[in-house]
């Protein structure tokens, strides 16, 4: 490991990650009851149920409604044929009812127009929508390449997940959770959702559209989603088989980031869950400065996605998502992956950045640079699903 810093520093990449290594990492083929796992129906049957089920009760929460009974999709503004001719723009507005109210948002396709159905990229935005997913092209964003994705061959589709729930802390009372819970109630279950799952349940949402647009390929749709967006990515491939692709784009802590490695300036449990309590299940504080007595760690998540596609970003200058543990966090994933016949992360040693590991199953690169989601970004992931085939 040092060598290959003391390396990389000759070659003059700036590369400012550590040389930890993981420790002590929970067993991904070991069940809670000490048992090995050595096939995939000991996977299926077995280890991966009581995995979700441990995430469920311990971390982002069991949401009380999946798909509701009413569910319907209208049409916001009329179809539009934009960027210069090359995509048909449609404005789809959400309606939903829950047992106890009901709730509406608006997402954007930018679908190309070719001859069959288009595979997608579905991203849960995170930032300001009026300056990142403009429906109008007005204002242009690298967070949301929209032009490129189309040009590519893939639609662009985004929703904003505040429009779900609001990212503050309200206590999980408003937006989709006064839809489907009693607020009146002033307690909720230790085990009831958190704004990650949502926000997640959002996107498997506009997936229930996807699957009935004829312009869209619902077998080839991606959810993409940066830090906190990148978090609720991976909890919508897991809650969501539908999901052929889940992109974590510096996820970090409580998304791709394992917890059992030493990297000091990278965030902790402690700090997430006193900025952000409401993201998680009530449970989740119980593992507060106690995650590696924890008996699971991110990797054993991420893995709950096999055998679809998984990538995994960082950028070298986000330690605070800790590069080296979203990297290690795929690669102790990957024998999810062999029990199907399939590589997971296919590496040899922490990757120089910009030279992605695309292939296994599981993507990961590093990308020089700040937190953010970039246009470099979007390309590794269009490579990886071209590379799989999404275009053919
Ligand atoms: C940070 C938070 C991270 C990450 C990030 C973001 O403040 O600590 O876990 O989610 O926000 O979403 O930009």
Redesign the pocket.
């Known amino acids: 490991m040092k060598a290959r810093i003391l390396f990389a520093m000759a070659a003059g990449f700036s590369v400012t990650v550590s040389a930890a290594q993981p420790e002590n990492v929970p067993e991904l083929m070991t069940t809670f009851g000490g048992e090995k796992v050595s096939t995939l129906e000991q996977w299926e049957t077995i280890r991966a149920p009581e995995l979700l089920k441990e995430f469920t009760n311990e971390e982002y929460g069991k949401r009380p409604v999946e798909r509701p009974p009413a569910l319907v999709f209208e049409k916001a503004e009329p179809d539009k044929v934009m960027m210069d001719g090359k995509a048909i723009r449609k404005r789809i507005r959400v309606m939903y009812a829950g047992p106890y109210g009901g709730g509406t948002f608006t997402f954007t396709a930018f679908i190309p127009r070719q001859e069959k159905p288009a595979p997608a990229f579905l991203l849960i935005c995170?930032r300001k929508p009026s300056e990142n997913i403009d429906p109008e092209r007005q204002v242009k964003s690298g967070f949301w390449p929209a032009e490129e994705i189309v040009d590519r061959g893939y639609a662009a589709i985004a929703f904003w997940n505040g429009d779900i729930a609001p990212d503050y802390d309200t206590g999980n009372r408003v937006g989709v959770f006064a839809a489907c819970e009693n607020v009146s109630i002033p307690y909720r279950p230790k085990n009831a959702w958190g704004t990650l799952s949502a926000w997640a349940w959002g996107a498997s949402r506009v997936m229930d559209w996807i699957e009935t647009e004829p312009l869209l390929d619902a077998k080839h749709v991606a959810v993409v989603g940066?830090?906190?967006?990148?978090?609720t990515a991976l909890v919508a491939g897991v809650y969501d088989k539908r999901f052929a692709m889940s992109c974590s784009n510096d996820?970090?802590?409580?998304?791709a980031k394992l917890n059992h490695i030493d990297l000091p300036k990278s965030?902790h449990l402690h700090?997430?869950a006193a900025?952000?309590p409401y993201w998680f299940c009530l449970n989740y504080i119980s593992h507060v400065n106690a995650e590696t007595a924890w008996r699971v760690d991110q990797h054993e998540f991420i893995a709950l996605i096999a055998p679809r596609l998984v990538c995994i970003a960082s950028a070298s200058e986000d330690a605070?998502?800790g590069q080296e543990g979203e990297y290690y966090a795929g690669l102790l994933a990957s024998p999810a992956w062999e029990l199907y016949g399939k590589k997971g992360l296919v590496a040899n040693g922490f990757p120089a950045p910009e030279t992605p590991l695309q292939e296994g199953c599981i993507s990961y690169h590093l990308r020089t640079g700040k937190?953010n989601l970039t246009p470099y970004d979007w390309n590794c992931y269009m490579d990886f699903a071209d590379r799989h085939g999404w275009r053919q």
């Open positions: 995170n940066h830090s906190r967006g990148g978090k996820s970090g802590c409580s998304g965030e700090q997430i900025r952000f605070w998502a937190h």
